[in-house]
């Protein structure tokens, strides 16, 4: 049996993406937007906790997490346990970091990545770890999904943007200390987007899709700022917003990639 450990978004979806695709006993311990993505994934999801599915489980499957300890624990608890651990890294950034508890380094035995980008990344960063490559099935889930969705014919003469956001501010914070390291926020990000609007000529609408770890209503102000905004759809998925939108806008988020693969 397999226990598989998720917390942040990304991670998610690459996990629920491929136990679908590779169906075998597991055992779930899931916190944060995890539990949501698996539950619209697989349906109803039971959730055991961390040391009962390290304690019952031949090997562990996780994603990493910048928002979350949770998948850092599975890992020294696996290790610990004499359990074999897998890592399955969501992105192309802060590698090391993702694998920092407390000041200590604590690597799987094994590290899965879902494109050659990020297998030579990895491989830098983690020289006496293996890491192999298994293509993206999220990616694969959401190419089969755009092949089903039909996409409305667009006006030509107007321009209809997708803002999709990243919580730019507590990776900051988390990573350096420091919320304004970069020099700006997410809030500053879209305020400088909504100054600069004009440059996409004629603008229809502007979507703004929080990340999964934000609140719904965080950006309500842009709404009153400019009146091309327009509430959150929070019935439709990503790829339904990003197939409706004639323009993806964002900072560093997974989004923006997606946005890439319904081009």
Not at 54 to 64: A, F, K, M, P, R
Not at 84 to 106: C, M, P
Not at 199 to 210: A, D, L, Q
């Amino acid at each position: 049996m397999i226990a598989i450990v998720s917390h942040d978004a990304g991670g998610a979806e690459i996990l629920s993406s491929w136990l679908l695709r590779n169906q075998q006993p597991y055992c779930l311990v899931l916190d944060g937007p995890a539990i949501v993505i698996f539950q619209r994934k697989l349906g109803n999801c039971e959730i055991h906790p961390l040391a009962h599915a390290i304690e019952s489980c031949d090997w562990v499957l996780c994603g990493t997490s910048w928002q979350s300890n949770l998948e850092k624990q599975a890992i020294a608890q696996a290790k610990v346990a004499g359990k074999k651990v897998i890592a399955f890294l969501d992105h192309w950034v802060n590698y090391s970091e993702r694998f920092q508890l407390d000041g200590i380094t604590i690597q799987p035995d094994e590290i899965w990545v879902g494109d050659v980008d990020a297998q030579k990344i990895a491989q830098e960063t983690f020289p006496e770890t293996r890491v192999a490559l298994n293509p993206n099935p999220y990616f694969k889930d959401l190419q089969i999904e755009l092949k089903s969705i039909q996409k409305s014919p667009s006006n030509s003469n107007k321009c209809s943007i997708l803002y999709v956001c990243e919580p730019i501010r507590e990776h900051a914070l988390l990573s350096y200390g420091n919320e304004r390291y970069w020099g700006y926020t997410e809030e500053d990000a879209l305020q400088f987007f909504l100054e600069n609007i004009d440059s996409f000529g004629t603008v229809s609408e502007i979507k703004i899709c929080p990340h999964p770890s934000e609140s719904n209503n965080k950006y309500d102000w842009a709404r009153l700022a400019n009146s091309l905004v327009t509430e959150t759809e929070m019935t439709k998925t990503l790829i339904e917003q990003i197939v409706e939108a004639d323009v993806v806008v964002g900072c560093e988020s997974m989004a923006m990639v997606v946005g890439l693969l319904a081009k």
